[in-house]
């Protein structure tokens, strides 16, 4: 998701989706800052916006699949919040990923666990 | 079991909730626009290739005017979006005389993707009049001829996703590549500046 993001929108809307990526600038009209915008946006709303685009932000439905859109709308819902940015899911990602190798079971004992125990 | 490990995928989303919190954001760096202007003399060979509204074009037709040509594709995340802003800006100031002789193109770098109604769309958004100006598409064999004419590379990363090179370029009323503008904002002022002196020059 994070990588999704990084690849289409990164540029224009910035790590924390605050409209100052490194292509701001130089754009004819500056990126909505999402604590803004996006907040007082329904799902839909924002899904057409990312599948049809807006001004110089592509249409990105011939590209996206609508999980890819998904996944989009996903990412822009959480920027949306104050203090979040996209290394969050970087972070995130690398510490699921360590809890979920983790043999539990093992660990904690729930190797018999008291439901399966039930006639 | 299900429920107790989901539990720890909780906690530790939590945690790293918490942690987001205090991380700084990383601050964007300083916009640059390091477009180059390189001038050439380059013949460009006749192309047809497909407008936006599906018909044929010919480049031939054009022969007498001058010629804007910029490369781009429509999904662009990168520097396209700049330098179709650009056009439009050029277009805009054109006056209606010179409006007559110059003719502006946008060549897309991703065929796949950019068939006829989605640069249609692309024209739209973008404000463009397409009494002067086209946007073009055809089979990736025709377009690679004419992409390798203009000394464009193109590069496909992913479906969307293409790398190739950020050229704005003018042709003059005989056909030649004139001035090149590689990078991602050629200055407005500028391309106008050499429009004007190629429509002096009859």
């Known amino acids: ?119 | 079991m299900r429920v107790r490990r989901g539990w720890h995928v909780c906690a530790v989303a939590l945690l790293v909730n918490s942690l987001s919190f205090a991380l700084a954001a990383t601050p964007a760096p300083a916009p640059q626009s390091f477009t180059q202007r390189r001038e050439v003399k380059l013949a460009i060979d006749d192309f047809i290739l497909t407008d936006q509204s599906g018909k044929a074009f010919r480049f031939n037709q054009l022969s007498g005017k001058v010629v804007l040509v910029g490369f781009a594709y429509t999904t662009c995340p990168d520097v396209c979006p700049l330098l179709t802003a650009a056009i439009r800006q050029v277009q805009s100031r054109l006056t209606g005389t010179e409006r007559k002789d110059v003719q502006l193109l946008t060549i897309t770098t991703d065929p796949e993707i950019d068939v006829p109604k989605v640069l249609a769309g692309y024209a739209k958004r973008y404000g463009a009049d397409l009494d002067n100006w086209a946007f073009l598409t055809g089979e990736e064999k025709k377009l690679r001829a004419v992409w390798k004419n203009f000394g464009v590379g193109v590069k496909r990363k992913g479906r969307g996703l293409i790398d190739h090179t950020p050229l704005t370029a003018i042709v003059d009323r005989r056909g030649f590549l004139r001035v090149a503008y590689v990078g991602p904002s050629p200055e407005v002022r500028l391309v106008l500046g050499d429009l004007r002196s190629f429509l002096a020059d009859r």
């Open chain 1, 1 to 119: 998701m994070d990588t999704l993001y990084a690849q289409r929108c990164f540029n224009c809307h910035g790590a924390n989706g605050r409209g100052d990526g490194p292509m701001a600038a130089l754009l004819p009209v500056l990126p909505p800052d999402f604590r803004d915008t996006v907040q007082r946006k329904s799902n839909p709303q924002i899904k057409r916006l990312i599948t049809d685009g807006k001004g110089v932000m592509p249409a990105f439905e011939p590209a996206l699949s609508q999980s890819e859109i998904n996944d989009m709308l996903q990412m822009v819902r959480f920027l949306s919040r104050e203090g979040r940015d996209i290394s969050w899911w970087e972070n995130f990602d690398a510490l699921v990923a360590a809890h979920c190798s983790i043999p539990w079971e093992a660990v904690l004992g729930y190797d018999d666990p008291p439901e399966e125990k039930k006639p």
